[in-house]
């Protein structure tokens, strides 16, 4: 099988490349406050399985914030 980029539509390739380039690009960063709740499961406790969540432990959110790559003192 061939792939022929020939002229048959101007800015095709362009187009193609736009769309590959919005596909590959990266997301912004997500706060590390934002991150954890989706990503981390408790391992043990009452809520054993169950995902963590700031209502739980609230003094945690400021410790996030402080080890977020945004956070000044990073």
Avoid: Q, T
């Amino acid at each position: 099988m061939s792939v022929h980029f020939g002229l048959g539509h101007p800015g095709a390739l362009r187009l193609a490349g736009m769309a590959l380039a919005e596909a590959i690009r990266p997301r912004p960063p997500a706060r590390f406050r934002e991150w954890l709740p989706d990503n981390i499961v408790l391992v043990d406790g009452p809520k054993k399985g169950e995902l963590w969540a700031l209502e739980d432990a609230p003094y945690l959110g400021e410790i996030a914030d402080c080890l977020s790559l945004e956070h000044p003192c990073n």
